[in-house]
T-cell receptor, first 119, second 114 residues
Framework: GAVVSQHPSRVICKSGTSVKIECRSLDFQATTMFWYRQFPKQSLMLMAT?????????EQGVEKDKFLINHASLTLSTLTVTSAHPEDSSFYIC???????????????FGSGTQLSVL | KNQVEQSPQSLIILEGKNCTLQ??????????LRWYKQDTGRGPVSLTIMTFSENTKSNGRYTATLDADTKQSSLHITASQLSDSASYICVVSAFIGGRRALTFGSGTRLQVQP
């Protein structure tokens, strides 16, 4: 199956620094990627939809200046958590969309996630 | 409001036993329903994806059913193994205003004990 690589898998940073997370589709081109946040024992919360070559679409309540998303190529999207604070500590996951015959049959492949801890 | 409710919230079963997880949704207009398995600290892995016209779909020991009339889905796991211990997430897709919208259930945490 298709592979989505997410890096780093774990990052610890000091409060006030910025952290970049990369999401790559290794064997297919993804015009659309998604970024999620997940707190312990809770389900995924969609943060934003990343479209190649255009601005990301953010979900209500997600600060676009706080969570910068760049989708510069068909295989790479990045999420930068700017001026990170302890409350930003969470598990961040990306997914890439693979279309095979229309949106009804869209497949989503997820990265392995990034555990961010802000001290 | 589009919602996806999963039950039970958590489940403990003995290795070798079968179990069934439930997913009820109010998402409209419905496009497809997906079941994912998520190991702790990992990203979700797709098990099945079902469109409106599909009633059942199997993937090895996993069998998903869909009743679009009652807006219910189930995931049946046969002959459970220790490696089945994970969270199982039901995700329903809709297209609203030309935009794809995914609604995630809160998941069922399954623990398979020896």
């Amino acid at each position: 199956g298709a592979v989505v690589s997410q890096h780093p898998s774990r990052v610890i940073c000091k409060s006030g620094t910025s952290v970049k997370i990369e999401c790559r589709s290794l064997d297919f081109q993804a015009t659309t990627m998604f970024w999620y946040r997940q707190f312990p024992k809770q389900s995924l919360m969609l943060m934003a939809t990343s479209n190649e070559g255009s601005k990301a679409t953010y979900e209500q309540g997600v600060e676009k200046d706080k969570f910068l998303i760049n989708h510069a190529s068909l295989t790479l999207s990045t999420l930068t958590v700017t001026s990170a604070h302890p409350e930003d500590s969470s598990f961040y996951i990306c997914s890439a969309s693979l279309l095979t015959g229309g949106l009804t049959n869209e497949k989503l492949f997820f990265g392995s996630g990034t555990q961010l801890s802000v001290l | 409001k589009n919602q996806v409710e999963q039950s039970p919230q958590s489940l403990i079963i003995l290795e070798g036993k079968n179990c069934t997880l439930q997913c009820n949704y109010t998402v409209s207009p419905f496009s497809n329903l997906r079941w994912y398995k998520q190991d702790t600290g990992r990203g979700p892995v797709s098990l099945t994806i079902m469109t409106f016209s599909e009633n059942t779909k199997s993937n090895g020991r996993y069998t998903a059913t869909l009743d679009a009339d009652t807006k219910q889905s189930s995931l049946h796991i046969t002959a459970s193994q220790l490696s089945d211990s994970a969270s199982y997430i039901c995700v329903v897709s809709a297209f609203i205003g030309g935009r794809r919208a995914l609604t995630f259930g809160s998941g069922t945490r399954l623990q398979v004990q020896p």
